[in-house]
C-alpha cells in the first residue's frame, strides 16, 4: 500500500466509510423492496410502468425506511470529510479505534433500532455517533490550530 493508507488511522476511516456506504446501499435496496411489496411508488411515471393508478399513499413503513435514510445523508456526510481530517491529523490508535469503530457501529445500530421502531435505544445510538463525530471535530481542531 502506498501512503495515506499506510497509517492505521487511514485504513480504519477507509474501512469505515466502506461500510457506511454499503449500509446506505442495503437501506436504500430496503426502501424499494418495500416500496415494490407494497406497490407504493415515489412517482406517476413508476405506477404507470407497472400498469397501475396513481395514487398517493404515504406508507408508514416507506415513510420510515426514508426518515432512516435521510437521517444517514444528514450524519454520515459530514462524517466522510470529519473523518478524512481527524484521519490526517494521526491521532492514536485507541482514538482511531473508538472514534471511527464507534461512529460506525453508532450507524449501523441506529438504522436497526430506527427500522424496528427501539426508543430509547435509536437515541442512545445516535448519541454515541454524535460524540464521536463531535470529538473528532475538537480534537482536529487542537490538532491543527494548538501548534
Not at 502506498?2 to 469505515?16: E, G, K, M
Not at 426502501?31 to 407504493?40: D, E, F, G
Not at 425506511?65 to 491521532?91: C, K, M, Q, S
Request: charged letters at 15%; aromatic letters at 14%; glycine letters at 4%.
Amino acid at each position: 500500500m502506498t501512503p495515506p493508507f499506510d497509517t492505521l488511522a487511514f485504513r480504519l476511516f477507509a474501512l469505515s466509510v466502506l461500510v457506511l456506504v454499503f449500509k446506505m446501499l442495503v437501506l436504500a435496496s430496503w426502501t424499494s423492496a418495500i416500496r415494490l411489496r407494497k406497490k407504493i411508488f415515489a412517482a406517476p411515471e413508476d405506477y404507470a410502468s407497472q400498469g397501475l393508478p396513481v395514487q398517493d399513499v404515504r406508507d408508514p413503513d416507506v415513510a420510515r425506511a426514508r426518515r432512516a435514510h435521510r437521517n444517514d445523508l444528514e450524519n454520515i456526510l459530514p462524517y466522510f470529510a470529519v473523518g478524512a481530517v481527524y484521519a490526517a491529523t494521526a491521532p492514536s490508535a485507541a482514538g482511531a479505534w473508538l472514534c471511527f469503530g464507534g461512529f460506525t457501529l453508532a450507524r449501523v445500530l441506529h438504522t436497526l433500532f430506527y427500522l424496528n421502531e427501539r426508543m430509547p435505544h435509536r437515541t442512545l445510538a445516535y448519541a454515541l455517533g454524535y460524540f464521536a463525530l463531535l470529538w473528532m471535530i475538537l480534537s482536529s481542531a487542537w490538532s491543527l490550530f494548538a501548534r
